[in-house]
């Protein structure tokens, strides 16, 4: 027989292992690994983004906003021109530590 507090430790891990595959399967496409890294090194404008990663502004700008709404990453407008960068610290040690593991030469 399980203890009550097994119990709820199992409950807790549930949980936590949910959060992490919703995080994981927010990150599961190479566009948006590709703006999340070049968000880790600091703020960018979406024109950096887009010169950063390769893709057209629509395409920047889709995926911005997806990963605004979900809470990944927050925007500032100065002027004209609105920058973007990471807000969730767990998502930035995330990318940095993919970086380190898999990007560096």
Do not use: W
């Amino acid at each position: 027989m399980k203890s009550q507090g097994a119990t709820k430790a199992l409950a807790n891990l549930r949980q936590k292992s949910e959060d992490v595959a919703t995080l994981l399967k927010q990150l599961s496409h190479p566009q948006r690994l590709l703006i999340l890294c070049s968000l880790a090194e600091n703020e960018k404008s979406v024109n950096e983004i887009e010169l950063a990663c390769g893709a057209s502004q629509s395409a920047v700008s889709q995926f911005l906003k997806s990963m605004r709404l979900e809470g990944l990453i927050e925007s500032r407008r100065e002027g004209k021109h609105v920058f973007y960068k990471i807000v969730d610290k767990r998502v930035l040690e995330l990318i940095k530590s993919l970086y380190q593991i898999f990007c560096r030469n």
